[in-house]
């Protein structure tokens, strides 16, 4: 098992890097595997696409440098009259003189006074150079960040409303995409519904363009010719969700909506074994599998089922 996640980790060190990967909200999904070569599936509620952090695309301020909000003091000891400019501070910034001083500090105690005064041309000067650079590299990291968002999904930018609704809109041209709507922030209201041959590989979602594809649903042929269904990008220890929350992947977890869904599987194959809490249930020559997904999983694994025709 352990091998197994460091492999899974492997090949998700681009998403890792890049903190770009899609999952599922509030759903419910209903797939039957029949016949030995036929499926039909059905997906309804939301998926959400996500980035680093908070989850969207943080476009840096255009607001120019204001001298206004500068702020310059100095330090003037009691004892010697010695006076030691402190570093300016400029509108939010930290200000362990002003906004974030310490309440429990009395300042009568202090060796020094500090005393408010006009900034200097040259302290002006120097803190606009350095406001202008912060503000370029934010706007680099902004440009590449969703630049990289756009090529993994296939068009959608987190954060971006206009690229979210036009891919909504792109995205429902595809077949079996009956209904897709942006309901604002990362969320994409779906409904979804196909039918056809197995072959040798069945998997949704299917993002048009992107770069990368994230399977919340899997069917995989055997080379027995059995059928195996997974879940690979919404949970269990192994998924590109979990392994992507990962500590050693550094940075902030990301933002996410609640996870809630449930996923039934029907056959009318024989079941060598799958993980459900409760086994199968019996309809006629039909085995039904139900599991609960994220919120009120009953296992950490995530789904799994290995049917024989």
């Not at 296939?154 to 009956?178: C, E, R, V």
């Not at 080379?223 to 929350?245: K, R």
């Not at 139900?290 to 025709?309: C, H, M, T, V, Y």
Request: net charge negative; hydrophobic share 35%.
């Amino acid at each position: 098992m352990k091998q197994m996640f460091k492999f899974v980790a492997a090949l998700s060190a681009p998403l890792l890097l890049s903190g770009c990967f899609l999952l599922p909200g509030k759903f419910n999904a209903n797939l039957k595997i029949l016949d030995g070569d036929r499926y039909e599936f059905g997906y309804t509620g939301q998926i959400q696409m996500t980035m680093p952090d908070d989850g969207r695309a943080k476009k840096p301020s255009d607001e120019p440098f204001d001298p206004a909000k500068l702020k310059c003091r100095d330090l003037v000891y009691k004892s010697s009259g010695e006076v030691k400019a402190e570093r300016p501070v400029y509108g939010d910034d930290y200000d362990r003189y002003g906004k974030d001083a310490d309440p429990s500090i009395d300042a009568s105690e202090l060796a020094y006074d500090v005393v408010d005064r006009d900034c200097t041309e040259e302290e002006i000067t120097e803190r606009k150079d350095q406001y202008d650079r912060a503000q370029a590299r934010k706007q680099k990291r902004y440009e590449e960040e969703t630049a990289m968002a756009g090529a993994f999904f296939g068009g959608p930018i987190p954060g971006d409303d206009d690229s979210m609704a036009a891919f909504a809109k792109k995205l429902s041209k595809y077949q079996g995409w009956k209904k897709v709507e942006h309901a604002g922030g990362n969320i994409f209201d779906v409904e979804y519904s196909e039918t056809g041959p197995i072959g040798n590989y069945f998997s949704f979602p299917v993002l048009p363009d992107a770069q990368m594809q994230y399977p919340f649903f899997q069917l995989i042929r055997r080379s027995d010719g059995a059928i195996e269904m997974l879940t690979p990008g919404i949970a269990g220890q192994g998924s590109l969700f979990n392994v992507m929350m990962m500590k050693e992947s550094g940075g902030k977890a990301p933002k996410i909506s609640e996870i809630d869904g449930v996923l039934t599987v029907e056959t009318n194959g024989t079941v060598v074994n799958n993980n459900s809490v409760d086994g199968f249930t019996e309809n006629g020559d039909r085995k039904i599998m139900s599991w609960n997904i994220g919120k009120n999983a009953q296992s950490e694994d995530g789904p799994r089922a290995l049917i024989r025709f």
